[in-house]
T-cell receptor
Framework: QQKVQQSPESLTVSEGAMASLNCTFSDGTSNNFRWYRQHSAKGLEVLVSIFSDGEKEEGRFTAHLNRANLHVSLHIREPQPSDSAVYLCAVSMRPGGYKVVFGSGTRLLVSP | DTTVKQNPRYKLARVGKPVNLICSQTMNHDTMYWYQKKPNQAPKLLLFYYDKILNREADTFEKFQSSRPNNSFCSLYIGSAGLEYSAMYLC?????????????FGKGTRLTVV
């Protein structure tokens, strides 16, 4: 059973400083990784998807995937107070259907 | 249109009463999912339909039902709501043609059981 764990549980950074979030997963055959953001009481917003080892950048958001280490990270460049939200790591695999398992999230607070 | 639509956005239900949540998509996706999200917890996969095949997670097998009358619609049914069912319910869909498929989420239905 796929297990996805995120760290830290919460993170406070100053506006403009880099924010780094971590995610580990248990199943090395996973082939699809995403970072989502959820502002309170809103739906999920996809930030970046990554499917192969290395780096993927979408605007100020960069994901790094190292499948051998079972690790995917998200780096937020020049975070702003409006980036304060819960960030969720999602790992997918295809057992004949397409199952997405989420981590429990990192709560990011960006202080002005 | 790449949106997944969920109705209603907010639902109030009484303990012991049934609840039916609706989700639709027009992207011709073969897979549709239902997740339950409680505050400070990860979205939890309840079940998903791959085409006409329903897959329910082992720990929620007894609590939730679903139907998919056609490719575009999928419902989540709770036969007898309990207080513990209060949560945000998220529907999602994807096409499983390639490993790089995107998963699209709806805005969710916030269910409050009283």
């Amino acid at each position: 059973q796929q297990k996805v764990q995120q760290s830290p549980e919460s993170l406070t950074v100053s506006e403009g400083a880099m924010a780094s979030l971590n995610c580990t997963f248990s199943d090395g055959t996973s082939n699809n990784f995403r970072w989502y953001r959820q502002h309170s009481a809103k739906g999920l917003e996809v930030l970046v998807s990554i499917f192969s080892d290395g780096e993927k950048e979408e605007g100020r958001f960069t994901a790094h995937l190292n499948r051998a280490n079972l690790h995917v990270s998200l780096h937020i460049r020049e975070p702003q107070p409006s980036d304060s939200a819960v960030y969720l790591c999602a790992v997918s695999m295809r057992p004949g259907g397409y199952k997405v398992v989420f981590g429990s999230g990192t709560r990011l607070l960006v202080s002005p | 249109d790449t949106t997944v639509k969920q109705n209603p956005r907010y639902k109030l239900a009484r303990v012991g009463k049934p609840v039916n949540l609706i989700c639709s998509q027009t992207m011709n996706h073969d897979t549709m999912y239902w997740y339950q999200k409680k505050p400070n917890q990860a979205p939890k996969l309840l079940l998903f339909y791959y085409d006409k095949i329903l897959n329910r997670e082992a720990d929620t097998f007894e609590k939730f039902q679903s139907s998919r009358p056609n490719n575009s619609f999928c419902s989540l049914y709770i036969g007898s709501a309990g207080l513990e069912y209060s949560a945000m319910y998220l529907c999602a869909s994807s096409a499983t043609g390639t490993a790089n498929t995107e998963v699209f989420f709806g805005k969710g239905t916030r269910l409050t059981v009283v």
